[in-house]
């Protein structure tokens, strides 16, 4: 074991699995007492693989399906005693933190337990596939309870304890999709989008408390993963705008290897880091650079703009050598 985290509480949320139980495991192995987490016992299931989807796939494929599900099987509670089998400190929260009194509860079991919280990671999430004019309101509402939602109630609770010790690291995890994709999920964009929103938000008015807050975008192997790759097996309906999809799932970078940077984010020595947007995936970490305005149209006279000026201004200056994101 390290010691980068040695005598810190954390708590990680949607740790049952995937990236959350990769984190949960290296802040432990980093000396972090940590409190795990997810909505019940048990296995995730299938978000998107449904029966007929299902019944679509080949034999091969079946068996493919169900290795990645068996490898990706586990909770909060075996997340746990993984990490107490290792020589760790941990304990196990089952509960929705989209449900604002049950976040309560899942940071009062942080100080029931260690009394106190140093780094709250949240990780969990939803995802789904559709057509814009197709999602549903389950849909977005299934979504979006999570994130951005659910990171809050977390903040929420989890911000006065840090306050009073005038020391936190809050991370938070979204998605590269915060800035568009080329999945047809435009609600898991919104959602992750306002993941980024509320963790720069948070990050100006905590800095001077010594509480930092940042995003992490992963590109890592998790159940979305296998199920997108199985989605693209069965269904005959493209779920891009291109009907293309580049990134295969064995080439995907474990969740293991997201690890050690969010471990230095979660520690002392990143105390100057905060309000950042970071993208990680296996060996490869990029800082997001902050919005700029790179252009701009002001009129010299006190009198308002026609629309017919500010198409021509807009078509002249501003936008002379525009080209669409979505052009490209």
Known sequence: MGDLLKGRVAVVTGSGQGIGRA??????????????????????????????????????????YEEQKKAENGDAATTAQAIRDAGGEATHFFGDLSVFDTARRLIDAAIDAYGRIDILCNVAGNFGFSDIEDISEALWD???????????NAMRFAVPHMKARRYGRILNCSSPAFNGDIIKHAEYCAANAGVVGLTKGAARELYEFGITCNVFAPFARTRASYELETYLLASDKPI??????????????TPDRLVPFLVYLASERAAAVSGSVFTVGGNFVGLHAEPVVTGTLIKESEAAWTPEEIAAAAERDLLKDYKSPCAE
């Open 23 to 64: 984190v949960a495991v290296g802040f432990a192995a980093e000396g972090a007492k940590v409190v795990t987490n997810n909505r019940k016992p048990g296995s995730t299931g299938d978000a998107m693989v449904t029966d007929d989807l299902f019944r679509k796939l080949t034999d091969a494929q079946r068996a493919w």
């Open 142 to 152: 299934r979504v979006n309870a999570t994130k951005p939602k659910g990171y809050f």
């Open 240 to 253: 891009t705008a291109k009907g293309k999809f580049d990134v295969q799932y064995d080439s995907t970078p």
